[in-house]
């Protein structure tokens, strides 16, 4: 069974941002690199665990980025421009 909270007292942001690039659709694998032994379990600590909605909502956000010409003007046209999978 696996938690919905947070590891306890992550050492770094990084297991939590791994863990969110796990999750998306459109990645199919994630790279790491680490510095030393520590940061490498640290990285490791990524899986087995999975973060809430509100946690996945927070990271989308923190991660946006405003669309370039011409796709923020389709999403107006949503029936035209369907979104991509």
């Known amino acids: 069974m696996r938690s919905t909270r947070w590891p306890a007292k992550p050492a770094s942001l990084c297991p939590r941002w791994l863990n969110w ?3 998306r659709p459109s990645v199919s694998t994630v ?3 680490a510095r030393n032994e520590e940061q490498l379990r640290q990285n490791l600590g990524a ?3 999975t ?3 509100e946690q996945v ?3 989308d956000a923190a991660s946006a980025v405003t669309l370039a010409y ?3 003007h389709q999403r107006g ?3 035209r421009n369907p979104p991509p999978v």
């Open 21 to 23: 690039l796990l999750r």
């Open 31 to 33: 790279i790491i690199g």
């Open 47 to 49: 899986t087995g665990w």
């Open 51 to 53: 973060l809430s909605g």
């Open 57 to 59: 909502a927070r990271l």
């Open 70 to 72: 011409p796709y923020w």
């Open 77 to 79: 046209f949503a029936e």
